[in-house]
């Protein structure tokens, strides 16, 4: 009786190395149906002179770098937290943020998005910095390192503002 179950003990063994080594030597399938596309995101900002009603004017540029066409994508670019942009386009705005959509998208093509931040035209002396960041994308993006752009701003006065 001890032998039988040493012995079926072992047989067990046996068959659990023999099936990992089974699924050990499967290959590994990549999934065709899965896209892939470098989403990169640009952020510039023009400052608006107007003694009355000062603001700066950001574009949001999505290029699809490939290969695959994006479907679809979402940007978010957030600013100063005391301040709530004007919509535009395609993007909703909150206090401290612009969310943009975009798509669909080619490979080798851009979408672009306009929001505004108006300024208190009593305002001096402040930086501003907007941070865009590419928050959804509809394929797998091979390179996020270009999915983060960040612009400041100089406002002095109503007519004296500089962005970089």
Do not use: K
Request: net charge negative.
């Amino acid at each position: 009786m001890i032998h039988a179950r040493r012995h079926r003990a072992l047989a067990l063994r046996a068959s659990a190395v023999l099936l990992a080594a089974a699924t050990l030597a499967l290959p590994t399938v990549a999934h065709a149906d899965t896209p892939t596309a470098d989403a990169a995101v640009t952020l510039t900002a023009v400052p608006h002179f107007a003694l009355l009603a000062p603001s700066i004017v950001y574009t949001v540029r999505v290029t699809d770098n490939g290969p695959d066409a994006l479907t679809g994508a979402r940007v978010t670019t957030a600013v100063a937290d005391v301040l709530t942009p004007e919509s535009g386009g395609a993007c909703t705005t909150n206090p401290g943020s612009a969310v943009c959509s975009f798509g669909p998208i080619a490979s080798g093509s851009s979408q672009t998005q306009t929001f505004t931040l108006p300024i208190n035209p009593v305002t001096v002396a402040l930086t501003l910095r907007a941070t865009a960041t590419i928050t959804a994308s509809s394929a797998a993006d091979p390179d996020t390192t270009n999915n983060t752009e960040t612009v400041d701003c100089t406002y002095l006065t109503a007519l004296d503002a500089h962005c970089s």
